[in-house]
Every structure is written in structure tokens, then in C-alpha cells.
């Protein structure tokens, strides 16, 4: 396929707005499957996606469009429309939940080109913006697209003013479409043909690639997602992977149609994979380069900006599973999720596991959800917090991932928290609500703008752990459901912050303790310690349950051993032997709580998330 006639683009939106079934449409429309392969959420095919409704991973197809040439939308600019024929459309479907930013952006750097999804109901939302903004800063040519104008409240037009409005993307340059129902998809290929410029490259340049995903293939190795910028590699060409530096000899180039296709060769502008026998998943790295063996590159691609980790926990093996298996198994999903990390971790508790690294919590359920689901391993997971910054009196700053970390008091000049900046787009007869829940959560109100008379986007600063765990969930319930958000992280600012020790009979449990503000400490120690109680189920002796900052205990709970009645075949007669059989009982007790271990489930662990008032 000549260089002119392929179309790279993205489809990016907020959640809900109907990507994936765009991308079905799309499919359909240009022969990809059938009427008969067809199924709602296609390109999804983890079954974790199609249970949850959302996309995780950006997916990808080849699809090919017969181009009968200008008839609805005209070239922006006025530029000669492309000739008619054979062109061939690289759809990438991305993802729309916050937490999986990185994906859309490493599928970005494969487009010249985005469609950019609003809800003709709903409108612009909060990860709108943020993808549209990403799109901006790439240099990449947006097409706004107005989806679901078959619903009964749907407002095109307005919508399309708004985009407008917020975008500075002109209103006559939207395309009306349903998903559901095959309306305007015609229209939108032709947009793409005409408005999305054809990738620039040179074929006969030496090989430059860049690999933008891939995943370990457990017969042939690792398969590499590349977007090919300059040259061309085939089958049984010898390439050379920079970052690595090891070289691999081609078996297999093709592309995704959206199954496995095999092509003698791809060439500059195109996107496919490529299989060269790499069996140690290490040598890939995300954002590579690949050029040949015998004919390299002058330098390296740039790459992609290491993702930013915004939530820590530990995963440990739990029964059946060894730390081998579990370190294989993180291994294998990193490759394909390389927005994780993991590092070595112990517990005197819970043995050798890792200390991991997400973008936030949903990505954290997702990793530990994969792991149990693809690998098969049990997982025994802590409770999650936020990275800190910890200033030493000597002048040094590190990052602790777990409170368990945190130095003592006296080598700590200061704790700096993360803060994150977010925009909340809410109707306007909820700013009063939004206004009051973000000052309990310590957020400082920096502006306000109106999309129109009836949603406003209000712009506030807080610390990461306040809107991390359930800032979402209390946002949509203050609102109705109608508001949505997005954040992202600035920097870390000092604050008067305290290590809230948990003590489990005595003894102080490092996976429950949490970093909070010091004007919450007591608050949230005993709300935290009642969750316990009713956490932990009650042990033959007796259970106290402790919050401490330092060595002040602040509140405490204490679960009843579970009793015999000793004294059941004693009727009657003397009350000393009843005595004697309860003092026997009493030092048992003493003695079993002084040895015994208590038995703390996995919710107890999670307990520490809820930061409710309940």
C-alpha cells in the first residue's frame, strides 16, 4: 500500500461515550467481520473488559476502505480532496478511565490523527478534555465526532457549539453519528480519508520502529506492536533492538485485521506486529527502537515519558502459589502493562512478595484481577496508599511507598504529600455540593469556568490521598451521577503529617498503618479500629485492638474471646470446684493471648480504605 493512501488514527473519549462500539461499527462497515462474527465490544477481548463494560487495553485493526471520493465533508482549508481508491484505515481503540492515560497516550504516538468522541446527550466531560488536550500537545488532527444522536435527548447542535466553545474546533466540522444504529458512519470514513493526513516517512531510509505494546505469546514469544516510521522490515530480516541492544532475526511481520494477519513486509506509516523468537520478555522495552542489524539508524526514537505511579501496594503469594510463580506471572503482564512496576518486598508477616506501583486504584483491581484471572496465582494484597516525600535532617529526600518505611521522627525534617490538580465538570446547580465536600477533603479552590448556563468546570488543588480512594464515588452521589472529573498530579507540598500505627493484640500490624493529617489522626484511628473489630472475627482469647501515633495510644477496641462454659457438668454441690474450673480457664486464656497469633482476613487489610463517616 502506498505511503499516501494509509490513514493512522485513534478514537478517544470520555467513558461511556461509545468508542468500542464505534470501533464495531467501523469494522462492519469496512468488511473486517461479518454480520455474522459480529458482537458488541469486539476489539475488547479480555473477558475482564467485557464483564466490567470498559476498555483496558488499546486494541487495533487494518481495515480496508474503498474511497468513492469528496461528497459530504470537504478538505479543512480548502486543500485538493485525496483521489479515489483503496485506502487503509489503522484504527486504534483507546481507553477512557483516568487510570488508563498511559494507554491512550502511547496510542497516540502511533497516529497522525484522532476522532474525538462527545455523548450527544451528556456533552463534554472531564476526560474530554484530557484526551482531547493530549491530542493537542501531540500536534495530531481532531475530527469531533457527535455519537449517539439516536437517543430521544439527544442536542447535536448544541453539543457540537459547545466543542466548539471549550475546543475552538469548529461546529461545521462535526460529524453526527449513532454507533448503535450504522448513522453517518459513511460520513465519518470519508473525514478520515480527507481531514487525516497520510503518514510521512521514507521507505528506502534505513529501518526506524517504534514499538508501542506487546505481549508475551507463550509458543512463539514475545509479539511486538510496532508503528514502522521509516524503511522496511521483512521476513528473515536480522534487527537489532537499541535499548537492549540484542539482536533478532524476523519469523514472522503482519498486521491485525483485527485477527493476526501475516505480510511479507511493513513498510513506512504502517502498524502491525512482528514475531523474532524474544523469549526473554526483558529485552522489550516499551517505546524502543528497532532498525537492522546490517543497516542501523543514526539515533534512537524518543520514546515514551515513564508513566508517573500514583497508588503503592504489596502483593504477596497466598496458598498454592510460591514467590517464583508470582514473580513470573508480574513479569509476563508487565510486558504488556508496563504502566506497573514491581519491586522485591517482605513481611515478617506474610513472607517475600513485591511492592507495586499503579496509576490508581482501578488500575491496581485490574493488575491484581489479571494476575489471578491469566496466570493464575493467589494474591494476598495490603492495603493500598500514596507515594510521600520524606526531607531528612541531613538534606536528603526520598520517596517511601509504604508507611512501614517512614524513618522515625526524629530524622524527619518534613513529609511532603502529593498533590494533584483536578477539574470537576458538574451541573451548575450542584457547585454548592461539590464546593463543600471539596473543603472536607482539603481542597483549595483555584477557578471557575461555564461551559454553558447549566455546567460549569470548577478547578481545585488536593492532596492526593484525599481524592484517591472514595472522592469519586461521594462526587457522583453530592451530584445526582451528573458529575464527572479528572486529575493530575503537580508536585508535593509539605504538611503536618503523622504515622497512624494499627496493634493488633499488642503487636503493631505495618500493612494497616497509613499516613494521614494530623488534624484527622484521632478521627480516622477510631473509625478505622471499629472497622477492624468487625473485620477480624473473635479468637478464643481476648483481642485488643489499638491506634497509636508514636508511643501515645489515641483510641482502642477490644473483640471478646469466644467462651466455654467450663462448668456445664457441674451441678450442684460445692462452688469452689466451679471456681477452680473458671481460674483454670482464666489463666489458659492469659497464656494463649501471650502466644497465640491472630488470624487478620484480607478485608481487614482493605478496611483502611474507607474513609467514610459512617
Avoid at 505511579?309 to 514473580?327: A, H, I, K, N, W
Avoid at 507495586?356 to 493464575?376: A, D, P, T, V
Avoid at 484521632?522 to 477480624?536: A, D, P, S, V, Y
Wanted: proline residues 6%.
Amino acid at each position: 500500500m502506498e505511503i499516501d493512501r494509509i490513514r493512522n488514527f485513534s478514537i478517544i473519549a470520555h467513558i461511556d461515550h461509545g468508542k468500542s462500539t464505534l470501533a464495531d461499527r467501523l469494522l462492519l462497515r469496512c468488511g473486517a467481520i461479518t454480520e455474522r462474527e459480529f458482537r458488541e465490544q469486539f476489539l475488547d477481548d479480555m473477558d475482564l473488559e467485557r464483564e466490567m463494560g470498559i476498555t483496558i487495553k488499546a486494541n487495533r485493526a487494518c481495515l480496508r476502505f474503498e474511497y468513492p471520493g469528496p461528497k459530504h465533508v470537504t478538505e479543512a482549508g480548502g486543500s485538493p480532496s485525496p483521489p479515489p481508491g483503496s485506502y487503509t484505515l489503522n484504527l486504534i481503540d483507546t481507553p477512557g478511565h483516568v487510570d488508563f492515560h498511559y494507554e491512550v497516550s502511547r496510542a497516540l504516538a502511533a497516529c497522525e490523527g484522532v476522532l474525538l468522541l462527545v455523548d450527544a446527550t451528556q456533552g463534554i466531560e472531564a476526560q474530554t478534555l484530557a484526551n482531547a488536550y493530549k491530542a493537542i500537545e501531540a500536534g495530531l488532527v481532531i475530527i469531533p465526532v457527535v455519537n449517539k444522536i439516536d437517543l430521544p435527548s439527544a442536542r447535536p447542535e448544541d453539543i457540537a457549539l459547545e466543542v466548539e466553545q471549550v475546543l475552538t474546533l469548529p461546529a461545521t466540522d462535526a460529524i453526527f453519528t449513532s454507533a448503535k444504529v450504522g448513522t453517518g458512519i459513511d460520513e465519518l470514513l470519508y473525514a478520515i480519508v480527507e481531514r487525516i493526513p497520510a503518514p510521512k516517512g521514507d521507505r528506502e531510509a534505513p529501518l526506524k520502529a517504534m514499538i508501542y505494546d506487546a505481549k508475551a505469546d507463550p509458543h512463539r514469544g514475545t509479539v511486538c506492536h510496532v508503528r514502522v516510521l521509516d524503511g522496511t522490515v521483512r521476513k528473515g530480516d536480522k534487527i537489532r533492538l537499541m535499548a537492549a541492544g540484542r539482536t533478532y532475526q524476523v519469523s514472522d511481520v503482519g498486521v491485525f485485521t483485527p485477527k493476526i494477519a501475516s505480510r511479507p513486509e511493513l513498510s513506512a506509516g504502517e502498524v502491525g506486529y512482528l514475531f523474532a523468537g524474544i523469549k526473554t520478555i526483558h529485552d522489550v522495552n516499551i517505546g524502543d527502537t528497532i532498525t537492522l542489524e546490517n543497516r542501523p539508524c543514526d539515533a534512537p526514537l524518543q520514546g515514551y515519558r515513564p508513566p508517573q505511579q500514583m497508588v503503592f501496594c504489596d502483593f504477596y503469594p497466598g496458598p498454592g502459589t510460591t514467590s517464583t510463580e508470582l514473580r513470573e506471572a508480574m513479569e509476563a503482564l508487565w510486558l504488556n502493562d508496563s504502566s506497573f512496576n514491581f519491586t522485591p518486598a517482605a513481611s515478617a508477616a506474610l513472607g517475600v512478595g513485591f511492592r507495586c506501583g499503579f496509576l490508581g486504584l482501578l488500575h491496581m483491581k485490574i493488575i491484581q484481577e489479571r494476575l489471578e484471572r491469566e496466570s493464575e496465582v493467589d494474591l494476598v494484597q495490603t492495603a493500598p496508599t500514596v507515594g510521600f516525600q520524606v526531607v531528612y535532617k541531613d538534606g536528603v529526600v526520598r520517596i517511601i511507598e509504604s508507611p512501614a518505611d517512614l524513618p522515625p521522627p526524629d530524622q524527619i525534617a518534613e513529609i511532603r504529600e502529593p498533590y494533584v490538580r483536578c477539574e470537576i465538570i458538574t451541573p451548575a446547580r450542584y457547585i454548592g455540593a461539590v464546593m463543600q465536600l471539596s473543603e472536607e477533603r482539603r481542597g483549595q479552590h483555584k477557578r471557575t469556568e461555564y461551559l454553558s448556563p447549566e455546567r460549569v468546570v470548577l478547578t481545585y488543588e488536593f492532596p492526593l490521598a484525599e481524592v484517591i480512594y472514595d472522592f469519586f464515588d461521594r462526587l457522583k452521589s453530592v451530584t445526582s451521577g451528573y458529575a464527572t472529573m479528572d486529575y493530575e498530579l503537580i508536585g508535593y507540598r509539605p504538611d503536618d503529617l503523622v504515622k497512624l500505627n494499627i496493634l493488633v493484640n499488642g503487636t503493631p500490624v505495618d500493612a494497616l498503618s497509613v499516613i494521614v493529617h494530623r488534624s484527622r489522626a484521632e478521627q480516622r484511628g477510631r473509625r478505622l479500629i471499629i472497622r477492624l473489630k468487625k473485620e477480624i472475627a473473635r479468637h478464643l482469647f481476648e483481642i485488643p485492638i489499638q491506634a497509636a501515633i508514636g508511643g501515645k495510644i489515641i483510641a482502642r477496641e477490644t473483640i471478646k474471646p469466644v467462651r466455654k462454659d467450663v462448668t456445664a457438668k457441674c451441678y450442684g454441690g460445692d462452688i469452689t470446684r466451679k471456681r477452680k474450673l473458671l481460674e483454670k480457664q482464666k489463666e489458659g486464656k492469659k497464656r494463649m493471648k501471650s502466644v497465640g497469633s491472630v488470624n487478620i482476613p484480607q478485608s481487614a487489610f482493605m478496611a483502611v480504605l474507607d474513609t467514610s463517616d459512617e
